[in-house]
């Protein structure tokens, strides 16, 4: 299954170019997971989360045992829960407890594919200054 650990024995590769996080794909390129820099994701900002959240905010994102230096790019919406029509367009800032639609955009290439597609690949957590601030889940790839 995608994303699922196991035990593999490789022949004539070098050690030095494996490393953790490496994905064994198809050798045809177009059966490959794609490499983007950049999605669009759903993420819910913690509750313990004491400095807002603003677009070209740089956090780390954590996905699939990988750490990528990430830019939140854009925010596009917010809802709060726990307040009925709260669903705001282009929110200014992410405060604790809020659900958000984000634009990320990665400082490398990276193996991203949507939640839908395959959950290992598309959830991922966000930190920042080595406290968690956001999980979340690639609705599509741009």
């Given amino acids: 299954m995608t994303g699922d650990t196991t035990e593999i024995v490789l022949l004539g590769i070098d050690i ?3 490393a953790t ?3 064994i794909s198809h050798p045809h390129w ?3 997971p794609p490499l983007k820099r950049k999605v669009k994701a759903r993420i819910m900002v913690m509750d313990q989360l004491s400095v807002p959240i603003i677009r ?3 956090v780390l ?3 699939h045992s990988i750490d990528v230096p990430t830019v939140l790019s854009k925010l596009l919406t ?3 829960p726990r307040q009925k029509n709260s669903q705001k367009v282009k929110p200014r800032v992410l405060t604790a407890g809020v ?3 984000v634009e990320m955009t990665f400082t490398d290439k990276i193996s991203v594919e949507t939640y839908n597609d395959c959950r290992a690949l598309g959830r991922f957590v966000l930190r920042r200054g080595g406290e968690t601030v956001a999980i979340g889940i ?4 741009l």
């Fill in 138 to 141: 690639v609705e599509s790839i």
């Fill in 61 to 63: 994102l954590h996905m």
């Fill in 16 to 18: 030095a170019r494996l």
């Fill in 99 to 101: 659900s958000a639609t």
């Fill in 56 to 58: 070209g905010a740089q």
């Fill in 21 to 23: 996080g490496n994905i």
């Fill in 30 to 32: 177009e059966l490959r």
């Fill in 78 to 80: 917010s809802v709060h």
